[in-house]
């Protein structure tokens, strides 16, 4: 849901989205972390449907995924760290990696106090009118802020100059 406008949304039953515009420059987003040598997993709350809609037959994205957790599938919601578990497992990232790792989320309460409860660098991307603006807590607080995607390579790019030498890997 990082990627999509929940404004743009067009649903048939209420809850599975048909068709949604992404925000500005998601799509080229997801196709320079790709350009970069990025892993990049999905871990969205919603019906697996929702997703595949959007990011498969829409915009033809779903295929860069290495790892996707859907909370359909998995039986829980962010911040249940479950949801990102399944997601790192899928793509052997053991435990003690986990603060190399990225997470760019949209919602504070879910995506940011997920990803900070299991160690990994937090981006909020303050995008979305629909969200809170402001953490009810410090496990809501993100590690970075961006406004927009395209600001995203050159925050990794600062992010990975204060990471461990040698850790050999970008997820």
Known sequence: DTLVDEATEV?????????????????QMVHDLIAEGYVLALVADGPRSTFENVLKHQYQLWDFFSSVAISGDVGV?????QMFLTALDALNIPHEN????????NNLERDIKGANDLGLISIWINWSPRRSKTPADHSETPDHTITKPDELMALLEKIELNLPANTGSQS
């Open 77 to 81: 919601s962010k911040p249940d760290k």
């Open 11 to 27: 649903k048939s039953d209420g809850e599975v989205v048909e068709e949604a515009n992404l925000i500005p420059g998601a799509n």
């Open 98 to 105: 986990y603060e190399q790792v990225v997470m760019v989320g």
